[in-house]
């Protein structure tokens, strides 16, 4: 338990210590637990045997009030899933309990813990459902001066909590009313009020603060992630020069409420700008999962003189161009939200968000701004293939639609739709607040129309012309009907849907395998082709013996 504390403590302080007005510390993590992203730790995996904890590594007190809102996932098995996470507190160092039915707590004393159990173990007094309870020192059992509160079904809905999804847990502590509160799934599941400082800690009200988990026979992925630490305070009180902003900044909850709204941009988003004409206290209220709202204040105090600091709305630049910020102040120091910048001027090129807060030395006071900076687009332009070649009689439609600009040609002449019947280059400009964008199409038109019929063919065997057959580069799309005649109207041949370029269908220079004499002989063609034409063509050929 002790241990798993430690483990949690070290896991929040690093979540906030992302953020601004963060504390810098790391989370102890024991046995299998991992990082998993900034605020998100694994206890344990889908492994037999494991225990893992988080611990913070600075005690906090208990005689102070606290609040922390959570996420929790205890895997996706049911039946074949255990064993549960434990929320502890515990004086005595960062280690890890036992595992198995102890979760991780098991055996550490002197201990609270808030157990979250998803198996029946029968001789702890398990009762059948996923349930919830309050123990002290280390015990794990439902019986006896140990168990404070529960146990009770973890969930007021369901029976099963291993339902493969993340589910808030909240744990408040009124300090003054010395009542300990769990909420889980958005219901208030136990409380319990009594002297813990005294009876439990022996009078020490300094404790660490973590989760453990653990795994025995069955297991399941166990999560814990971070949402609101009232431990950790989010917003620092600070001193704003007449006239500047501030940025203020808070995070874990679905909706955000500030007061007073005057001086503020926005009172309902988590970063607000706050530039306030006299010193004023605002308090955010941040709205958990539940609708449950969590406080946290901060006191801007205007003194001084001016210092002011803009950087203007947030924009848009072309991919080429570049911001200058210059915030340039009497004895003052800057920090900007990029290590790699310095010094009250900087250029901006690249995307993002830029930041930066400056301090006055001589009267300690600050102002900040910020600025999102974007590229703005440049789509393509574009009219087509670059060589476009079409039949002859064919109209070539080219469509210029640029949403930033109108498209115009080469001559000046604007267009949307362009219809193109002779060829040669067309090139088109759009006017774009990053340039001038171009792009062209070569056209060529032929004759798509063309069949080679042969003007003699020699049917002597040789291997050599001994038919004659329709040739084309690819115009002929059907041959209808080809046939021949001699030079009396004896039709000689015939053949219909004949495809062109085939010797072997050919005429070969007989009639009932009788060998023609040679002479004139005619031919008539009906055939369609690649324009979209259809015609029957006659022409005459020699037969040569």
């Not at 707590?105 to 059948?128: K, W």
Request: aromatic share 10%.
């Amino acid at each position: 338990m002790s241990r798993l504390i430690q483990i949690l403590s070290h896991l929040l302080l690093v979540l906030f210590s992302l953020l601004p007005g963060s504390l810098s510390a790391q989370y102890f993590l024991n046995g299998a637990a991992v990082q998993t992203n900034d605020s998100c730790f694994q206890l344990t995996s889908e492994t037999l045997f494991e225990v893992g904890s988080i611990w913070f590594p600075e005690k906090i007190d208990l005689r102070n009030s606290f609040d922390l809102v959570m996420d929790m996932f205890f895997g996706c098995s049911d039946t074949q899933g255990a064993d549960g996470i434990v929320f502890g507190l515990q004086p005595v160092s960062a280690s890890v309990g036992e595992a198995g039915e102890g979760l991780g707590i098991g055996g550490v004393s002197p201990a609270l813990g808030v157990e979250f159990d998803t198996f029946q173990n029968t001789n702890r007094n398990d009762p059948t459902f996923d349930h919830v309870a309050i123990m002290a020192n280390g015990s794990v059992t439902h019986s006896g001066p140990n168990n404070l509160a529960g146990p009770v079904q973890a969930s007021a809905t369901a029976a099963n909590i291993e339902n493969c999804r993340f589910m808030p847990l909240r744990v408040t502590w009124d300090a003054p009313a010395q009542t300990l509160k769990v909420y889980f799934d958005c219901s208030l599941r136990l409380e319990y009020t009594g002297d813990i400082i005294n009876d439990i800690f022996g009078g020490d009200p300094f404790v660490f603060y973590g989760f453990a988990a653990a795994t025995g026979g069955l297991f399941n992925r166990q999560e814990v992630c971070f949402r609101f630490n009232s431990l950790l305070k989010q917003l620092e009180d600070v001193t704003m020069c007449p006239g500047g902003q501030v940025l203020l900044d808070v995070f874990g909850g679905d909706r955000y409420e500030w007061t007073p709204v005057a001086g503020l941009d926005d009172p309902t988003a988590p970063s607000v700008i706050a530039s306030p004409d006299t010193t004023t206290v605002y308090t955010v209220s941040i709205f958990d999962a539940c609708g449950i709202p969590l406080l946290d204040t901060v006191r801007i105090a205007v003194e001084g003189d001016s210092a002011f600091v803009k950087l203007g709305p947030d924009t848009t630049i072309c991919p080429q161009d570049f911001l200058l910020f210059d915030v340039s102040t009497p004895t003052a120091v800057y920090e900007w939200s990029d290590p790699t910048l310095s010094g009250p001027v900087i250029s901006a090129s690249e995307i993002g968000i830029y930041e930066v807060t400056v301090t006055r030395q001589d009267i300690i006071c600050e102002a900040s701004d910020r600025i999102e900076i974007d590229h703005l687009p440049v789509p393509d332009f574009d009219l087509g293939p670059t060589d476009t070649t079409l039949c002859r009689g064919d109209l070539l439609e080219l469509t210029a639609v640029f949403e930033l600009g109108d498209p115009f040609f080469e001559d000046g002449r604007p267009f949307d739709t362009l219809y193109i019947s002779r060829p040669g280059r067309y090139r088109a400009y759009v006017e774009h607040p990053c340039g001038t964008l171009t792009d062209q199409v070569n056209v060529i038109f032929e004759n798509c129309h063309q069949v080679y019929l042969p003007t003699a063919f020699s049917p002597d065997g040789d291997g050599v012309n001994d038919r004659w057959f329709p040739q084309d580069g690819g115009d002929v799309v059907t041959i209808h009907r080809l046939s021949i005649y001699d030079r009396w109207g004896g039709q000689m041949y015939e053949a219909s849907e004949l495809p062109t370029n085939a010797p072997s269908l050919g005429w070969d220079g007989l009639l009932n395998g009788e060998p023609m004499p040679a002479g004139t002989y005619i031919w008539v063609l009906d055939a369609s082709y690649r324009d979209g034409s259809r015609t029957v063509e006659q022409g005459d050929f020699v037969l040569v013996r």
